[in-house]
């Protein structure tokens, strides 16, 4: 009887080691395969999170890439009178095709006289003395963008917006003095007849918007700026 007993616990104590043994084998299978799925969880953030980046990317550039400049007022240029975006500097040889407020268009649409796509490739002037601040294409109906601050003085400031331009021919931050050619009419590649989408803000900095709005807060009526603020 003892020495069964012995036996048995002997068997006990082996069957207890093996199952330690298991054990320690189901442990490791279980922290290798959390590392694995970890691993794989840390690669499909950086997947999706890269995707849902680029996704969004045209919305974020808009509102990172705009760069105020207001800490330099010693050595800022500050506006001189406005002229007219198109035909330097009194819009001659141009028209102005859908006005401000009309269809509720927060901007002027500069067109040429000859009709069509006459003007296409014709060049955009800055309106007056300012520091670009965004000069992308952000696709959509917009296409290629530019926007300028111009400072009035050390408490005011309008910016000023191109769109729908065939080219670009300036950079974020450079300063672009009155008058000087800063793009080229476009059709935002064939999706309109050509013609310069023009908006003058007095609100600096705000979202691209959608062109079109009920809500006029943060614009103003360009030719109406311009001819109250010639020199
Ligand atoms: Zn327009």
Request: some cysteine; proline content about 3%; overall charge neutral.
């Amino acid at each position: 009887m003892f020495a069964t007993n012995k036996v048995i616990k002997r068997l006990g104590q082996a069957e207890f080691c093996h199952k330690i043994k298991r054990n320690f084998i189901y442990i490791e299978a279980l922290v290798y395969s959390m590392r694995y799925s970890m691993f794989v969880i840390a690669l499909l953030i950086l997947v999706f999170g890269s995707f849902s980046c680029t996704s969004e990317k045209p919305k974020q550039q808009v509102v990172e890439k705009f760069t105020p400049i207001q800490d330099h007022y010693d050595t800022l240029k500050f506006t001189n009178g406005f002229d007219y975006p198109v035909g330097k500097p009194n819009a001659k040889g141009y028209y102005n095709a859908q006005k401000f407020g009309e269809n509720n268009h927060l901007g002027d649409d500069w067109n040429g006289v000859r009709g069509g796509n006459s003007d296409l490739g014709d060049p955009v002037y800055v309106i007056t003395n300012g520091y670009v601040t965004f000069a992308e294409n952000i696709g959509g109906g917009w296409g290629n963008v530019i926007r300028v601050t111009h400072y009035i003085d050390s408490i005011y400031q309008v910016e000023s917006l191109y769109a729908h331009c065939d080219t670009i021919l300036v950079k974020r931050g450079m300063y672009v003095g009155k008058g000087t050619q800063i793009g080229t009419i476009g059709s935002n590649n064939g999706m309109y007849p050509a013609h310069l989408h023009f908006e003058i803000r007095d609100k600096v900095g705000m979202d691209i918007g959608g062109g079109y709005a009920v809500n006029t807060e943060g614009y103003v009526d360009p030719t109406k700026f311009i001819k109250l603020n010639r020199e």
